[in-house]
C-alpha cells in the first residue's frame, strides 16, 4: 500500500513539475497567418520547404490571434513584433494605445510592413523568423512588462518560411507562370494548323530560354524570352482561330452547295411528277373520248335509217 501510495506520489509530483515547466503563455499566441497580396505560398521545389513569397515594395500582412485564457484582469498587449534572422523586427506598437484582451476572448493583431529585398538580402534565402507578444501590467500611465511570448515560425504545420523576390525577378516569375498556363491549356500537338503548330513550338522554345536565364538569376533576359513566348502563343491561337474559321466556312459553303443541289434535284422531280400526271390525264381523257366516240358509233348505227330491199 505505502509503495503504491509511493508510486503515485512519484507520477503527480512528475506531472506537477511537467506543468511548471510547460509556460501557460504558450497557448495566447494561436496560429498566426501570412496574408495577400503574395506571390505564392505553399510548396516550392527550388527551396524544398513550404515558403510564402512577396514582391520587393509590396505590403505585407501577418495576422496574430491571442487568446486570453489566463488573465481575469485582462491581457494587455502592447507589442507584437515579428523578428526575422536577418536581424530586423517588425513591429505592431501598441504602447500609445494598449489593446486589452478579455478573459476567455480572442483578438486579432495585424503587423504590417513593407516587404524589402535589400533587408531580406537575397532571394535565394529563405527566412526563419519568430513572433512575440508584450503583456504589459496595464493599459494606461507608466507601464511595465509582465511577459513576453513568442511562437517560432514553424510551430505549427504547414509552416511558411518568408522570401523576398526583387522587382525583376518578381515580373519573370509572373510571365513564367503564365507560360506554363498556355503550354498546359495548348499542348502543340492540339493545333490542327501547321502555322499555328509551328508557332506554338516557338513559343515552347522561349519558355525553354526563359527557364534557362531565370535560373542563372539573369531575370532581365528571363523576362524578355517568357514575354517572347507569350507573343508566339497568341499568334498560334489567332492562326489557329483563323484557320478554324476558314474550315468552317468551306463546311458550310459545301453545305449550301449540297443544299442547293438536292432543292434543284427534287425540283426537278417535281417537274417530272407533273409531267407524269399531265400525261395521265391526256391518257384519261384521250380514253374518255375513245369510249365517247364507241358510244356514239353504236347509236349512229342503230338510229341509221334502214334501205328497203
Known amino acids: 500500500m505505502k509503495k503504491f501510495a509511493a508510486i503515485s506520489f512519484g507520477i503527480s509530483l512528475c506531472a506537477l513539475i511537467s506543468m511548471l515547466a510547460i509556460s501557460p503563455a504558450d497557448a ?20 524544398g520547404a513550404y515558403v510564402v513569397i512577396y514582391k520587393d515594395g509590396s505590403t505585407v500582412n501577418l495576422i496574430v490571434p491571442v487568446e486570453n485564457d489566463w488573465y481575469s484582469n485582462g491581457l494587455n498587449v502592447s507589442k507584437v513584433i515579428v523578428s526575422f534572422d536577418w536581424g530586423q523586427n517588425k513591429t505592431l506598437d501598441l504602447s500609445a494605445n494598449i489593446e486589452q484582451v478579455e478573459w476567455h476572448e480572442t483578438e486579432i493583431f495585424t503587423v504590417s510592413f513593407t516587404a524589402s529585398a535589400t533587408e531580406a538580402a537575397s532571394s535565394d534565402w529563405p527566412h526563419e523568423y519568430t513572433i512575440y507578444v508584450e503583456h504589459v501590467n496595464a493599459t494606461t500611465g507608466p507601464v511595465e ?17 518568408f522570401v523576398v523576390f526583387p522587382a525583376d525577378q518578381a515580373n519573370a516569375y509572373d510571365l513564367s507562370q503564365e507560360c506554363d498556363s498556355y503550354a498546359s491549356a495548348y499542348p502543340t500537338y492540339t493545333f490542327s494548323n501547321i502555322n499555328a503548330s509551328q508557332l506554338a513550338g516557338q513559343a515552347s522554345i522561349k519558355a525553354s530560354l526563359g527557364d534557362m536565364y531565370y535560373t542563372r538569376g539573369d531575370y532581365s533576359l528571363a523576362e524578355t524570352q517568357y514575354q517572347n ?45 407533273d409531267a407524269a400526271v399531265n400525261q395521265s390525264y391526256s391518257w384519261v381523257l384521250f380514253g374518255v373520248g375513245f ?11 342503230y338510229r341509221k335509217p334502214k334501205v328497203a330491199s
Open 145 to 161: 512588462i509582465v511577459d513576453t511570448w513568442s511562437r517560432p515560425w514553424n510551430w505549427w504545420s504547414p509552416y511558411y518560411l
Open 229 to 273: 513566348a507569350l507573343n508566339l502563343y497568341n499568334q498560334a491561337l489567332a492562326a489557329e482561330a483563323e484557320w478554324e474559321t476558314k474550315i468552317e466556312n468551306a463546311e458550310l459553303d459545301i453545305a449550301l452547295t449540297e443544299a442547293d443541289a438536292n432543292m434543284a434535284m427534287a425540283n426537278a422531280m417535281q417537274r417530272q411528277a
Open 291 to 301: 369510249v365517247l366516240m364507241g358510244i356514239a358509233t353504236i347509236v349512229y348505227a
Open 28 to 47: 495566447y499566441i494561436e496560429r498566426f497567418t501570412w496574408l495577400p497580396p503574395y506571390m505564392k505560398k505553399g510548396y516550392d521545389s527550388y527551396y
